[in-house]
C-alpha cells in the first residue's frame, strides 16, 4: 500500500516550486515596472486624486485597518474567562451580542479571512501559475513599451493603453483563476466568523470602546485653607 505522506510529497515540492518562480516573476515584473515609469504614473495618478477623496480614504484607512483594534489571541478566544463561549437564547440578546462582536472583532475576522485566502492560495498550484503567468504578462508589457509606446502590426500603442488593455485582461483572468479561491474562502471563513459572533460572549469587553483617555496635569490646590476644608460659618442672630 502505498503511503500518503509520499504521495502529497510531490504536491508540495511543486507548490513551493511555483511559489518560487512567481517570487522571480514578480521581482522580474517590478524591475520593469520600475524602469518604465511606473512610480511616476502612480504618482501622477495620485496627485489627480481630490484631496477630499484622499482624506476619506485615510478615514476609513484608520478606522478599519488599525492595528489598535486588533484584539488578542486570549481575548479572541477568551482564555482566562468563566464562559466565554455559550448559546444564547434570547433573540434580542443574540443580536446585540452579533452586532457587537463584529465591531469589536472585525479586524481580527478580516485577518482570519486574509490568512485562509493565503492558505487556500498556497494549496492551489493552478491559481499559483495563472498569477505567474499574469505577472510575467504584466512584465512583457512593460519591457515592450518601456520607450513610451510599442508597433503592433503597423498600430502606434502607448503604454498607457497597453496598461488600460492589461488591467482589464487582469481582472477577467483573476476571476476565473481565483473564482474557486475566492468562494472558498469567503464561505470558510463565514462559516468561523458566525459561529464565533454568535457563540462569543465577550460583554465584559463593551465598556472598553467607551474608555475616554485623560491627558494632561491635574493640580488639586489642597491645603488647611481650602475652602471644602473651612466652609463658612453662618452668623445666627
Known sequence: MADPNSQSLPSATASMGAIASI?????????????????????????????????YINRAKSKFINKDNLRPVSVFFGIGEENPFYIEKTPSLIVSRVNHNISFFFVNYILLTAVLFVLTLVISPGAIIGIGLLGL????????????????????????QAT??????????????????FWWTLGSSGCIIGVHAFLRDASMHKDEEDKIEMTGDVHLDVGEDSSFLNPPSNNLV
Open 164 to 181: 488600460l488593455a492589461m488591467a482589464g485582461v487582469s481582472c477577467f483572468v483573476l476571476i476565473r483563476v481565483l473564482s474557486h479561491v
Open 23 to 55: 517570487g522571480n516573476m514578480l521581482n522580474s515584473a517590478k524591475d520593469s515596472f520600475n524602469k518604465s515609469g511606473g512610480r511616476e504614473m502612480i504618482s501622477s495618478v495620485s496627485a489627480s486624486i481630490p484631496q477630499g477623496t484622499k482624506d
Open 137 to 160: 504578462a504584466w512584465a512583457s508589457v512593460l519591457r515592450a513599451t518601456a520607450d513610451g509606446s510599442v508597433q503592433i502590426y503597423g498600430v502606434n500603442i502607448t503604454q498607457k
